[in-house]
């Protein structure tokens, strides 16, 4: 669960409110009913409220105010490293008052840190460039053939171009369509490769 609470945390702290929830919901969908069912799920309708709030549905986060605080009721401060009592104040408060929702969101900490995009280590990393994808329109396909090359370069083919080029994906914002771009260009190229390779042994090159 470590590296997908990191990613979301850190795309909910980078103000990708709507965003957040798909680094936890396939994870979610997996577990039993259960506290740690619970925990995610709040946290789900947690990110939910701050997006509703976001776009003045007002009638929306405090709805989701109410659900999300009895998910997260009960629970130990802090579960799973994530600190908690700030939330279920933000929810109450909200629940309350949905305008509340809108003046100060609380910032998402794990292991008492507030987690950007910078604090990832890789798997994390490779859950928040799927989630960006997603939300940015790039192509996941490009993205997911990324991440094989670079789990390779990992496993020790000697190179880091592709590994390197996924953090930046991820952590330089204001340049992910050049970075994109230019992860887009290598995969092409290196399919191609792999494509001329083939074609020496099946007859088509």
């Known amino acids: 669960m470590r590296d997908h609470l990191r990613a979301g945390i850190a795309v909910y702290n980078e103000g990708r409110y709507h965003a957040a929830h798909d680094a936890w919901e396939e994870y979610w969908l997996d577990l039993d009913p259960g ?16 997006y509703h709030a976001s776009e003045e549905n007002w009638s929306g986060a405090q709805g989701l105010a109410e659900s999300a605080a009895e998910y997260l009721d009960g629970l130990p401060d802090p579960y799973h490293s994530v600190a908690l009592d700030e939330v279920r104040s933000f929810l109450a408060a909200t629940a309350a008052d949905p305008h509340h929702a809108a003046t100060d969101p609380p910032t998402l900490t794990h292991d008492g840190e507030t987690v950007g995009y910078g604090a990832l280590d890789f798997d994390a990393t490779v859950i928040t460039a799927e989630v960006l994808a997603e939300a ?5 396909a490009v993205i997911a053939d990324a991440v094989a090359r670079a789990r390779s370069e990992l496993g020790g083919n000697g190179n880091s171009q592709f590994v390197g080029m996924l953090f930046s994906f991820v952590r330089e914002r204001d340049q992910r369509p050049v970075v994109y771009q230019r992860l887009r260009d290598h995969v092409e190229l ?3 490769k792999d494509d001329d390779v083939r074609g020496l042994f099946d007859g088509s090159g």
């Open 35 to 50: 506290d740690d069912e619970r925990f995610l799920h709040g946290l789900i309708q947690f990110t939910a409220v701050v």
């Open 136 to 140: 940015g329109r790039y192509d996941e």
């Open 190 to 192: 290196e399919q191609q």
